[in-house]
């Protein structure tokens, strides 16, 4: 499976090994070429304005939202997951979003960059612990009835999935632990 990792702006090259360790052919996507070549995405964390504005100015936009409406499996991280959300709560709205799935969430809810922190948490499908890696993350405020809550962190929502998407507060990708890749792959290739 040829996965695409939005190369605009974020952790994307941890991404890359990330997903070279689950599985799966890993790729930077920068043009909407690239992007009708790959069979699955990631949206990396980053700057949520500054991905959606790129997104838009390199016109990745509108093909991505409608490749993810038709149903190619889609993960998006910290910022890759504000830019998923149907709703933002608060006042910090994120231009340029996809908007694809059914979840409100608050940006940096979590605190500013010196509040970053980890914590070790149960995930539906994983064995053992996983140690997450929040960084000026985004809470999730509200999931739709089709959005399974898949791990949670002092009662909220961090890590969720709807269909063939899936969305976390957190940066599984900083940790050297690809079992969160492992699991979207797994959700990407069923």
Same mark, same amino acid.
């Given at each position: 499976?040829?996965?695409?990792v939005l190369?605009?702006?974020?952790?994307?090259?941890?991404?890359?090994?990330?997903?070279?360790?689950a599985?799966?052919?890993?790729?930077?996507?920068?043009r909407?070429?690239?992007?009708?070549?790959?069979?699955?995405?990631?949206?990396?964390?980053?700057?949520?304005?500054?991905?959606?504005?790129?997104?838009?100015?390199?016109?990745?936009l509108?093909?991505?939202?409608?490749?993810?409406?038709?149903?190619?499996?889609?993960?998006? !991280?910290? =910022? &890759?997951?504000?830019?998923?959300?149907?709703?933002?709560?608060? /006042?910090?709205? %994120?231009?340029? *979003?996809? #908007?694809?799935?059914?979840m409100?969430v608050?940006?940096?809810?979590?605190?500013?960059?010196?509040?970053?922190?980890?914590?070790?948490? !149960?995930v =539906? &499908?994983?064995?053992e612990?996983f140690?997450?890696?929040?960084? /000026?993350?985004p %809470?999730?405020? *509200?999931? #739709?009835?089709?959005?399974?809550?898949?791990?949670?962190?002092?009662d909220?929502?961090?890590?969720?999935?709807?269909?063939?998407m899936?969305?976390?507060?957190?940066?599984?990708?900083?940790t050297?632990?690809?079992?969160?890749?492992?699991l979207?792959?797994?959700?990407? #290739?069923?």
């Amino acid at each position: 499976m040829k996965v695409g990792v939005l190369g605009l702006q974020g952790d994307v090259r941890e991404h890359l090994i990330a997903l070279g360790s689950a599985g799966s052919t890993a790729t930077i996507v920068k043009r909407p070429d690239e992007l009708a070549s790959v069979d699955a995405f990631v949206l990396p964390g980053g700057e949520s304005t500054t991905i959606g504005k790129l997104l838009d100015r390199f016109e990745l936009l509108q093909p991505l939202r409608e490749r993810v409406r038709s149903g190619m499996p889609l993960y998006g !991280t910290c =910022a &890759g997951m504000i830019l998923m959300a149907t709703d933002i709560a608060g /006042r910090e709205d %994120a231009p340029h *979003r996809l #908007g694809v799935m059914d979840m409100a969430v608050r940006r940096n809810a979590y605190g500013r960059q010196v509040d970053s922190f980890e914590a070790d948490l !149960t995930v =539906a &499908g994983l064995d053992e612990p996983f140690r997450a890696v929040f960084i /000026r993350a985004p %809470a999730v405020e *509200r999931v #739709g009835d089709d959005v399974e809550v898949l791990a949670s962190c002092d009662d909220q929502p961090v890590l969720v999935r709807q269909g063939h998407m899936m969305a976390s507060s957190f940066h599984p990708e900083m940790t050297g632990d690809a079992r969160i890749h492992e699991l979207f792959v797994a959700m990407a #290739g069923s």
